[in-house]
């Protein structure tokens, strides 16, 4: 069975950054593109960026262009989000993904995913 476990997150002032890591548990998913999406309350889960099997692609959502970066270590299995002017917006509890095609993760279809890790954006 196979977990992704994230950490990293926390509160930070809007203007701030910080970096999110996931890796998995259990096996390794060298071959599965990965991403994270992110949910504020009240509202649906959205794509934020993901990241092919290796890490020679990245995709954005539109929000993040510009501020957010992806990008994989694959001789640690780690898959990180750096995320650069934060702002309150970006609140959300924001999920590691993974899945066997980028297709998949832009559309929510992943086939492991994390518990969550809360971001918090004060203004």
């Known amino acids: 069975q196979v977990q992704l476990v994230e950490s990293g997150g926390g509160l930070v002032q809007a203007g701030g950054s910080l970096r999110l890591s996931c890796a998995p548990s259990?096996?390794?998913?060298?071959?599965?593109?990965m991403g994270w999406f992110r949910q504020a309350p009240g509202k649906e889960r959205k794509f934020v960026a993901a990241?092919?099997?290796?890490?020679?692609?990245?995709y954005y959502g539109d929000p993040v262009k510009g501020r957010f970066t992806i990008s994989r270590d694959t001789a640690k299995n780690t898959v990180y989000l750096q995320m650069n002017s934060l702002k309150p917006e970006d609140t959300a509890v924001y999920y590691c993904?993974?899945?066997?095609?980028?297709?998949?993760?832009?559309?929510?279809?992943?086939?492991?995913w994390g518990q969550g890790i809360q971001v918090t954006v004060s203004s």
């Open positions: 993904a993974a899945a066997t095609s980028i297709l998949r993760l832009q559309t929510g279809r992943g086939d492991y």
């Open positions: 259990g096996r390794t998913l060298s071959l599965y593109g």
């Open positions: 990241i092919n099997w290796s890490g020679g692609n990245t």
